[in-house]
């Protein structure tokens, strides 16, 4: 049973950066595609990013890409979203998750999807 563990969430300035991380228990980190999800109050659970198991790709929400950055260190079993010029819709409870099933495409957007989750961390963004 892998345990995910979120930190970097905090209050920022709208057009400020922060940096969360996803610390997994797994030793079997690389066999699992990560993800970043968020949920803002009253609002459904929003694909934020993913990253396939080597790390070498990505893939983002129409709502953050060029903005953020989703990357992965294996070795550290750490899963990071580096987040810039954040806006205050950005504002939302932010989730990691983890996909152990192989797919024919290597990405999925869709929260039932995946097998493992985090407690999430707080992320507000101020105007």
């Known amino acids: 049973q892998m345990q995910l563990v979120e930190s970097g969430g905090g209050l920022v300035q709208a057009g400020g950066s922060l940096r969360l991380s996803c610390a997994a228990s797994e030793r079997t980190f690389s066999s699992y595609v990560m993800a970043w999800f968020r949920q803002a109050p009253g609002k459904e659970r929003e694909f934020v990013a993913a990253i396939n198991r080597s790390g070498s790709s990505t893939y983002y929400g129409d709502s953050v890409k060029g903005r953020f950055i989703i990357s992965r260190d294996n070795a550290k079993n750490t899963v990071y979203l580096q987040m810039s010029s954040l806006k205050p819709e950005d504002t939302a409870v932010y989730s990691c998750?983890?996909?152990?099933?192989?797919?024919?495409?290597?990405?999925?957007?869709?929260?039932?999807?995946?097998?493992?989750w985090g407690q999430g961390t707080q992320v507000t963004v101020s105007s």
């Open positions: 998750a983890a996909d152990y099933k192989r797919r024919a495409i290597w990405y999925n957007i869709r929260a039932s999807s995946y097998d493992y």
